[in-house]
């Protein structure tokens, strides 16, 4: 049994893989460049308040009771639906759009806009729903050996989708509803892979079956870190030990196999197995040097978005703002459209608020609030220069109490601005790209950085820009699969 393995990078991927890992008696060992553990899914605390840093909900929770079971624990953290999902709000537009799970209580909110709302919001969740059943454990939850095992995968997919394969998400919302206000509602959706509307495939809205039908939303009580607290608790009572600050910059190689990783400081790591829960394109680049990977190269592929986050702390409270809020503008088409390409668009934003401290009274001090603010942007290869971000932070925080009507700047007590520039020095983001390489035809399954490295038989990837995609149960779905490969792995 190879019984030594490494893990470099404690995301979500990681530290759930470090786990399934040490459940099966492998001797775990982790790697981490930053000094918190987490990766995006992290934590801000700062004068008193805590923040989310990145993922404010998730998702697909029978993920996580999978791998629970797996590692035959329990639950290690807690979660509540949430209802409504969240908020929307209209630049112009007084209305707050409440969305519910319930069809018929989501059909009230619309009855003016979408008179027939409920028989079309069955009709687009059924396909969202045969989408989902037809390729979610075909395509996402397998391991591909190559393009020809992947293609003979998607085989087996009904045909009758393969029209959705020639549209984008908004395109597909349109053929069910005529209203903007629920296009754009209903759209919003594929901003959480990382791009728009308008340049996310189709089939990606099966993802609305996953909102509306089939798991919702949830909060995490305490904050989405708990979600790492809980797993590093597990990963503590199998002695996994974590080594913070320590970044991996090279390594060794010895008769085509992978001998050891070496650090910051020069020290080797060595084990037999290893598991790199990085961007797993941007790794083979920067660490093993691989051509295909060169910057030049990672440049030509398609990533996500960039994120322009936030963290306001306010002396005084928010009754009239949700838990999870959307802001749109009058122009959302135009500025989905070209958030990638014309930074000028960021005048007048699209963005997101959680106001976390709303059922985590812990995250604020008595008679504060603790804001998250998220705006998709351009990433550094369209947009290099972010010397304007207060200017834009600005805009957005006057555009917010405009909408709220309240003024809030003279109660922020706590600030704290991370640009795409931040996000791509702390967690080697290429670019600043908010979820690694984006989900095109020709960069999903086996199209994707595989989960097995080309050269190394015995170096796995796990996380960002690999099998199966981006976000939190992707992350640990991801983790299962690198497993699987790990535990089929024969020395030679």
């Known amino acids: 049994m190879n019984n030594k393995v490494l893990i470099i990078g404690s995301g979500i991927a990681g530290l759930s893989a470090a786990l399934r890992l040490a459940k099966r008696g492998y001797q775990v060992e982790i790697v981490e460049k930053n000094s918190k553990a987490g990766g995006r899914l992290n934590q801000l605390k700062k004068d008193g308040f805590t923040f989310d840093l990145g993922p404010s909900f998730f998702s697909m929770t029978y993920e996580f009771e999978e791998f629970a079971r797996d590692c035959n624990i329990e639950m290690p953290f807690r979660f509540i639906e949430l209802d409504p999902l969240y908020s929307v709000h209209f630049n112009g537009n007084p209305k707050t759009y409440r969305l519910y799970k319930d069809i018929h209580k989501l059909a009230e909110q619309f009855k003016e806009e979408e008179p027939d709302f409920e028989a079309k919001m069955e009709k687009y969740l059924k396909k969202c729903a045969q989408l989902f059943d037809d390729t979610v454990d075909v395509v996402i939850k397998s391991n591909f050996d190559s393009i020809f095992d992947y ?176 802001y749109l503008g009058s122009n959302f088409e135009d500025y989905a459209r070209k958030v990638q390409q014309d930074p000028g668009t960021l005048q007048k934003p699209y963005y997101y608020v959680n106001v976390v401290s709303k059922y985590n009274r812990e995250c604020a001090p008595e008679g504060c609030e603790s804001l998250f603010f998220v705006c998709p942007v351009p990433n550094l290869l369209q947009k290099p ?50 979820l690694g390489l984006s989900h095109k035809m020709l960069q999903i399954g086996a199209f994707r950085p595989s989960n097995v490295d080309e050269k190394f038989k015995n170096v796995f990837y796990a996380g960002a820009s690999t099998v199966p995609g981006a976000g939190l149960p992707m992350g640990i779905i991801s983790s299962k699969l690198a497993v699987e490969r790990m535990l089929n792995f024969k020395a030679e």
């Open 151 to 326: 293609l003979m995968h998607l085989i087996k997919v009904n045909p009758a989708h393969l029209p959705v394969l020639f549209r984008n998400f908004y395109q597909q919302v349109e053929l069910h509803f005529s209203s903007k206000e629920v296009r754009q509602i209903l759209s919003l959706v594929a901003f959480f892979l990382g791009r728009t509307p308008f340049d996310t495939m189709a089939i990606y809205t099966l993802l609305s079956h996953t909102e509306f039908r089939h798991n919702g939303y949830y909060n995490v009580e305490g904050g989405m870190y708990a979600i790492v607290e809980g797993l590093l608790r597990e990963l503590k009572k199998e002695n996994v030990q974590i080594n913070y600050n320590t970044e991996i910059i090279s390594y060794k190689e010895n008769k085509g196999k992978l001998e050891h990783f070496i650090d910051n400081r020069g020290q080797s790591w060595k084990a037999d197995l290893f598991l790199v829960n990085g961007d797993a394109a941007v790794f083979r680049g920067k660490v093993l040097d691989r051509k295909q990977f060169s910057t030049k190269k990672l440049d030509k592929m398609s990533w996500t978005m960039g994120y322009l986050t936030f963290y306001l702390g306010v002396k005084t409270k928010l009754p009239q703002v949700d838990h999870h809020n959307y």
């Open 385 to 434: 220069d972010w010397s304007d971000k207060d200017r834009i932070v600005d805009s957005i925080i006057e555009d917010f109490s405009g909408r709220i009507g309240q003024d809030i700047k003279p109660d922020i007590v706590s600030k704290t601005v991370f640009t795409p520039s931040d996000w791509e020095k702390q967690f080697h983001l290429h670019r600043g790209t908010g």
